[in-house]
């Protein structure tokens, strides 16, 4: 592998989804195989009140051999499109695959129904035993439901529409955005290009990069406008039908939080928000300016806007993990050796970076857009994360690999401070620590406060669409500038430019009501690693088991599993106070570099 800033070479390799076969072919031969798997299921229609643990655990072990058939298929075709979302022929064999996949899914729709009517004690009987092991915490969490079921047709409509409903209108927002272009000196560049340059610490550059990204969003704008509007539309009739008492109901519950428990979280949160505005008041000092705009919030404090390869980055994350755990590190290094890894941002790529799960019998994948900024290593080491927390989650299956939102940023954030960590012992330079403090800063400041910041946002929108009906672009960027103010105070300057900057950003469109999860999952993780702290190598087996438990237990017995008791209303003040204590640090660190 080259150690190219770039990262051109580095390419994944997709094939492990159709065991070692390419192409459309094979997708297509495994959705022939689940239909025939989904028909042999549906045989047993209307005999769930009669099943015994045995019976059960079968029809379960049929569902998650489906699971995973139509898991290979959909994933290669989803993570192919996200490669390249300007190939028509990429696009069409992922929505061909959406639609059998969902077809699938309305043929079976009758068992969650079937469960959701057992009475309690017929439940409780049949998961006492060991046979449902495997399921068991998915079953009962599926009852969760109950309440919000419609009659199988009704469901059946709904799921089917569904394909030309929300999920046509998330594809069409993710092909918008994947296609802006921003010139940058004389070039079109990719939007995820324009946004890093907002990182360099040369002001002429900041200020260049953000008027270019705003005349890149705005011919757009009025379209996603649209978009988001059908979106918001649609999930108030869903909300209506359901009986969800708030816009954002149906993910708590899917999160397995309480609404007054997010509740406390947000304003637990906005409680601090004093936390962001000392901090740009301090950067505006150390930059010398009187107040720093909203395009210098994320300027380096380094001396010179340096660049890092993929190859540096790579050794430094693993080396960041190995000194944790070298197990750990030895499942990651699986992901550069393997080709589990998509890296260079190429024109007609979907922006950003997660991590794919994909299904339990193969592996994950990880999809970054590397633009060869520090802050780049970062988000590989947090991208990586996710992939060691599905890897060892595998053995859980289907059912239990995956934990809910409020969970999943746990192993992301906690190997991303770890690389930090490592970052800052090999820094001496004060000037140097001052810049890689700040980033750590404005890290926790991005997750914890900026995305409680995009909630409300969210919150805003969603109650004012049904209050008010279509909202125009110039309401959306009241909205959105309104709640970044409530967060910035007067310790920013929000520009005219930046109120359209909310149309780019894919979790309100896709997810809605997932941005709180950040706060949630940055918080825990950094309670997880404060523990890690004090407690040394001792506390390593219990992270490993926390990881390789998936989601096969509740959030709150996850949480017991190193020491953190979800339930106390104070948890999230404990976060905070460490978010405060980095705050604390950078502020030494100016004072020691000479900055103020």
Same mark, same amino acid.
Request: glycine share 8%.
């Given at each position: ?41 549906? #045989? ?9 643990? *045995? ?21 290669? @075709? ?12 990429? &696009? ?23 469960? #959701?009517? +057992? ?95 705003? /005349? ?112 750990? /590190?030895?499942? @990651? ?18 922006? *950003? ?24 290593? +970062? ?7 996710? &992939? ?34 490592? +970052? +800052? ?27 409680? @910041? ?70 825990? #993780? ?9 407690? *040394? ?25 190193? &020491? ?10 404990? *976060? ?21």
């Amino acid at each position: 592998m080259t150690d190219t800033l770039d990262a051109a070479e580095v390419v994944w390799d997709l094939s492990d989804l159709l065991d070692g076969q390419d192409g459309e072919m094979a997708v297509l031969a495994l959705m022939d195989d689940a239909d025939r798997q989904a028909e042999a299921l549906a #045989a047993e229609r209307g005999r769930i009140a009669g099943y015994d643990s *045995g019976r059960l655990a079968r029809f379960m072990r049929g569902q998650a051999e489906l699971a995973e058939v139509v898991g290979r298929a959909a994933s290669w @075709a989803s993570l192919r499109f996200a490669a390249d979302m300007t190939d028509p022929a990429r &696009g069409a064999l992922m929505q061909k695959v959406e639609e059998r996949a969902t077809a699938i899914q309305t043929r079976l729709l009758w068992f969650d129904l079937e469960w #959701a009517a +057992l009475d309690d004690a017929k439940v409780d009987e049949l998961l006492a035993g060991d046979e449902l092991a495997f399921a068991a915490h998915h079953l009962r969490s599926e009852r969760r439901y109950r309440d919000h079921l419609l009659t199988e047709p009704e469901e059946r409509i709904l799921t089917e529409k569904s394909v030309t409903g929300r999920s046509a209108w998330s594809r069409l927002f993710s092909e918008l955005t994947s296609s802006i272009e921003v010139t940058l000196d004389g070039r079109a560049t990719s939007l995820e290009e324009g946004l890093s340059r907002l990182q360099s610490n040369d002001p002429a550059v900041r200020e260049a990069s953000a008027e270019a990204v705003t /005349a890149a969003l705005a011919p757009g704008l009025r379209t996603r406008a649209y978009v988001f509007n059908t979106l918001l539309n649609d999930k108030a009739v869903d909300d209506r039908l359901r009986g969800y008492p708030t816009w954002i109901s149906s993910r708590n519950l899917a999160n397995e939080a309480s609404d007054d428990s997010v509740g406390a979280l947000v304003s637990a949160v906005q409680s601090r928000y004093d936390l962001p505005q000392r901090w740009y008041r301090l950067k505006a000092r150390v930059l010398g300016v009187e107040r720093v705009k909203d395009y210098d919030r994320m300027a380096s404090l380094a001396t010179e806007d340096s660049r890092i390869g993929f190859d540096e980055a790579r050794e430094l994350v693993l080396d960041s993990y190995a000194s944790f755990s070298p197990d750990l /590190a030895d499942v @990651a290094r699986r992901f550069f050796d393997d080709r589990w890894i998509d890296a260079p941002a190429r024109p007609g790529k979907r922006p *950003g970076a997660f991590c794919a799960y994909t299904v339990p019998s193969v592996h994950p994948y990880v999809f970054l857009n590397w633009t060869s900024r520090r802050r780049d290593v +970062l988000t590989l080491a947090h991208e990586l994360g996710h &992939g060691l927390h599905a890897y060892l989650a595998r053995p859980q299956g289907v059912f239990h690999q995956g934990t809910p939102l409020t969970l999943a940023e746990t192993a992301s954030v906690f190997g991303e401070t770890v690389t930090f960590g490592r +970052l +800052l012992e090999a820094t001496t330079d004060p000037v140097a620590r001052l810049a890689l403090l700040a980033e750590n800063v404005e890290g926790a400041i991005a997750t914890v406060f900026r995305q409680t @910041a995009m909630n409300r946002f969210e919150d805003a929108v969603h109650t004012a669409r049904r209050d008010e009906g279509e909202l125009s672009v110039e309401r959306f960027g009241d909205l959105w500038i309104a709640t970044q103010a409530d967060m910035l105070g007067d310790a920013v300057e929000l520009t005219e430019g930046y109120r359209g900057w909310w149309s780019y950003i894919p979790h309100f469109i896709g997810t809605p009501g997932y941005v709180y999860a950040y706060a949630y999952g940055q918080l825990l #993780a950094l309670s997880v690693y404060r523990q890690y702290e004090e407690q *040394g190598p001792d506390f390593v087996p219990r992270y490993l088991h926390l990881l390789s438990a998936g989601g096969s237990l509740p959030p709150e017995e996850l949480g017991k599993i190193v &020491g953190c008791d979800l339930a106390d209303p104070g948890f999230w003040d404990g *976060g905070l106070a460490i978010v405060e204590a980095q705050l604390e640090a950078a502020e030494t660190a100016a004072a020691e570099a000479g900055k103020i």
